[in-house]
């Protein structure tokens, strides 16, 4: 079943209007929400962020956060989702053609679920990135449908055999094509401050609460390529990936070319917010404890 509006229907009576103002300028938000043990993680600070970005594109949402999240709960319950995602997406919706708002808009919503195991290997081995110019427009904490700058990153980062692309902007890191990045360098965690250059992440934010309860210090502040090359440690962070150890960028060693103490610290954290969210269960690390 899908939640088409505010109906759920199965996914085979679903059409996209070929005028549909997503599908033709990428006029529309969405979220990413991950789903542990049945019930959604963090859902209330998604649906704020679709809010924000509703609000910055001038886009109405057809209902309140109370209620979207109400059906959203309807959707995974119908699915009977246990592990898995809801994409949620909302569009002007389909008008004539032509870049100015139509005068009477009326937005689509669509919000869908997968099944998707958490990412094992990559949490307990890390993952090997690349660096990239970030191309991006000047909006990125919108969290809207346009992702060529990110998509074309991505599949650069794929074709050398990396998972993540780290996007570079004017020589600072900004964040992953779909993650945050952190660094450690002497203890202190430092990622990019959330201004419009990077998606004020969900996971991102819940470390920063998670490394000031840990007594690690932190600085939201920018860092250079080479500081990133030269880290301790490096992650990042993201609905899909949770906190995601980097063990090479651009094929150079980070650290001893494993995950770091710091890293796995906060690993175990998250998985206890997991728990505590989405009810107790061994966190993925948990042999690590
Ligand atoms: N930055 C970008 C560009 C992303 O696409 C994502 C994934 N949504 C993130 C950061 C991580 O955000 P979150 O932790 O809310 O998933």
Request: proline share 5%; hydrophobic share 40%.
């Amino acid at each position: 079943m899908i939640l088409w509006n505010d109906r759920l229907i199965p996914r085979s009576e679903a059409s996209v209007d070929i005028e549909d103002r997503g599908y033709q300028f990428g006029d529309g938000i969405y979220e990413v929400i991950r789903v542990y043990g049945g019930k959604p993680f963090y859902l209330a600070e998604h649906l704020e962020r679709l809010e924000k970005s509703a609000r910055a594109i001038r886009l109405p949402l057809p209902w309140d956060s109370g209620l979207l999240a109400e059906k959203l709960n309807q959707l995974v319950e119908a699915n009977r989702l246990v592990e898995g995602t809801i994409y949620l997406q909302v569009t002007r919706g389909p008008a004539p053609r032509n870049h100015a708002f139509p005068e009477k808009a009326e937005p689509v919503l669509v919000a869908y679920t997968t099944e998707v195991p958490r990412p094992e290997a990559m949490l307990k081995e890390g993952i090997r990135t690349c660096t990239h110019k970030d191309i991006r427009w000047l909006r990125c904490d919108i969290k809207s449908l346009n992702l060529l700058g990110a998509v074309l990153a991505k599949q650069e980062a794929v074709e050398k055999g990396c998972k993540e692309a780290i996007l570079v902007r004017d020589g600072t890191v900004t964040e992953g094509s779909s993650s945050n990045v952190f660094i450690v360098r002497e203890g202190t965690l430092y990622t990019h401050p959330a201004d419009n250059l990077i998606l004020h992440g969900i996971t991102r934010a819940i470390v920063l609460k998670c490394a000031g309860e840990a007594g690690i210090p932190v600085k939201e502040e920018a860092f250079s390529v080479d500081a990133l090359h030269d880290a301790d440690e490096v992650f990042i962070t993201g609905t899909m990936v949770e906190v995601c150890p980097v063990t090479h960028v651009d094929d150079r060693k980070i650290g001893s070319g494993v995950p770091g103490p710091v890293t796995r610290r906060l690993q175990q954290a998250f998985d206890e917010q997991i728990a505590r969210q989405c009810g107790a269960r061994d966190g993925i690390m948990g042999e690590r404890r």
